[in-house]
């Protein structure tokens, strides 16, 4: 079955707690793109790859990292999560930007 | 960088009614897409209409897309208690690295 796959799908954590969401596709797409969902805000892209070690940075990158070693993996990284991270991510993929993308399932993370 | 803006914001219909949901954006596109996304979880793919075409279908769901207007609508005929969800346009950006989201709207059908 087509997907993407994120994990974890809800995490609290603390403030300065290095932490890193994991995000999976199996359909050999070239295109990975991380997204925050906020209240009255819609969706915002984080960091997007069009390859592998091709990242670049989208509307919102401050205080993410992401690496892109793997074609199949595109992790987002918070190295010092503060309280204004917390939000529902998604990771998406597709074969390129203007094409359909895949959605995961979504992180809820709340930083304390 | 927002793009697509959704209106209206909210929308509440009977079972049975259709609901019209529209898009407007402010630059060129190469194509439009329309995407749902039931509470709290991932946005899903509707369909995807490009810049040539001016009307397409799938199922019980009509986009038009307006290129002088820079502008869309998504109809959803004889609505369903399971189409309530939000509804989210997205375009390409001028760069052609990303899909840019509105804020969408969100239906409600009840029965």
């Known amino acids: 079955e087509a997907q993407v796959t994120q994990n974890p799908r809800y995490l609290i954590t603390v403030t300065g707690k290095k932490l890193t969401v994991t995000c999976s596709q199996n359909?050999?797409?070239?295109?990975m793109s991380w997204y925050r969902q906020d209240p009255g805000l819609g969706l915002r892209q984080i960091y997007y790859?069009?390859?592998?070690?091709?990242?670049d940075k989208g509307d919102v990158p401050e205080g993410y990292k992401v690496s892109r070693k793997e074609k199949r993996n595109f992790p987002l990284i918070l190295e010092s999560p503060s309280p204004n991270q917390t939000s529902l991510y998604f990771c998406?993929?597709?074969?390129?930007?203007?094409?359909?993308?895949?959605f995961g399932d979504g992180t809820r993370l709340s930083i304390l | 960088s927002q793009q697509g803006e959704e209106d209206p914001q909210a929308l509440s219909i009977q079972e049975g009614e259709n609901a019209t949901m529209n898009c407007s954006y402010k630059t060129s596109i190469n194509n439009l897409q329309w995407y749902r996304q039931n509470s709290g979880r991932g946005l899903v793919h509707l369909i995807l209409i490009r810049s040539n075409e001016r009307e397409k279908h799938s199922g019980r769901l009509r986009v038009t897309l307006d290129t002088s207007k820079k502008s869309s609508s998504l109809l959803i005929t004889a609505s369903r208690a399971a189409d309530t969800a939000s509804y989210f346009c997205?375009?390409?950006?001028?760069?052609?690295?990303?899909?840019?989201f509105g804020k969408g709207t969100t239906l409600s059908v009840s029965s």
């Open positions: 998406a993929s597709s074969g390129n930007s203007n094409q359909p993308q895949h």
């Open positions: 790859s069009m390859n592998v070690e091709v990242t």
């Open positions: 359909m050999n797409h070239e295109y």
């Open positions: 997205a375009t390409d950006d001028q760069a052609g690295t990303a899909l840019i």
